[in-house]
């Protein structure tokens, strides 16, 4: 498929860079990109995929936009209020780009549906708030073999990781098992800052286009942080040494998903 | 003797263990956080047997969720 007048102009300013040109951006047309959760941090990555002009975007949530959305997940307006988060979203991106095609699930993730929804694409975006949630798209994404970019953020820190089969440790490996209900504060508890989503969400847009065009280094083996107070960015190599994990070790002893529990009060 | 905390050096007193720098940093949720040593993982059922050593670089690693619902509850 060569690229049109059309789209040889809308991507001028990725296709004059070297490590992207025609050849890249005809590998982002065609690549598929699954984003579970179209919240603080799948907004703005939603976002900037599809202005990329990645050509497949699955957007799995299951939630309407609630008035306190609007502070950070700026792929919905104050009209979507109400309106399914899918719809909301797909909506967005059909006006930003004709190019992409939008694939809607509005379902939570769980251990029946995970695989299945996440079998047909190249790369997945965690944008889930929840300790179940992570757990169960890092594992799936073991089990499936897919690679995925996982990320959080509280107040004004934010982090995020890039899982690849093969290439160094997973989410498990590094938090082992979801912590106790209401052990850790939630963004719903605690706060966040909105723009933190605009970071964060964007890094992960950024590893999954490289990941796409297979170019640059990803965060594999690596968690970066961000602190906003300080402006200061940290990377921590985590431990190579990933044999002993319960799902991507070499003796897994977790063979199937888990679907955890999760803390009453986030349910809003 | 000097350690490295989070990418910054610091001056601790010979000696000093995980759990005391825990206290020393303010570690929020100190029971839930994943440290490591140098690169290599501390499991949760050594950390109060680590004693640090002149050089050692030390990294916290913090639950973060944030973003939106992923699934039922």
Sequence with gaps: MALTDEQMERYSRHIILKEVGAKGQKKLLEAKVL??????????AAMYLAAAGVGTIGIADADEVD????????????????????????ETIAQMN???????YRTFVSSENIRELIREYDFILDGTDNFPAKFLINDACVMEKKPFSHAGIIRFKGQLMTYVPGQGPCYRCV?????????????KQAGV?????????????????KYIIGKGELLTGVLLTYNALTMEFHKIKLPKDTHNCAVCGEHPTITELIDYEQAECDRK | MTITVAGEKKEV???????????LENVETPEYVTVSVNEEFVASDKVADTVLQEGDNVEFLYFMGGGCHGVDR
């Design chain 1, 35 to 44: 984003i579970i959760g179209a919240g603080g941090l799948g907004a703005p």
């Design chain 1, 67 to 90: 008035l306190s959305n609007l502070q950070r997940q700026i792929i919905h307006g104050t009209p979507d209020i109400g309106k399914a988060k899918v719809k909301s979203a797909a």
């Design chain 1, 98 to 104: 004709p190019d992409v095609k939008v694939n809607t």
């Design chain 1, 175 to 187: 938090f082992k098992n979801p912590p106790p209900k209401d052990a850790v504060p939630t963004c």
């Design chain 1, 193 to 209: 800052i909105g723009a933190m989503g605009g970071v964060i969400g964007s890094l992960q847009a950024m590893e999954a286009i």
């Design chain 2, 13 to 23: 007193k010979e000696g000093l263990t995980l759990p005391e720098l825990i206290l």
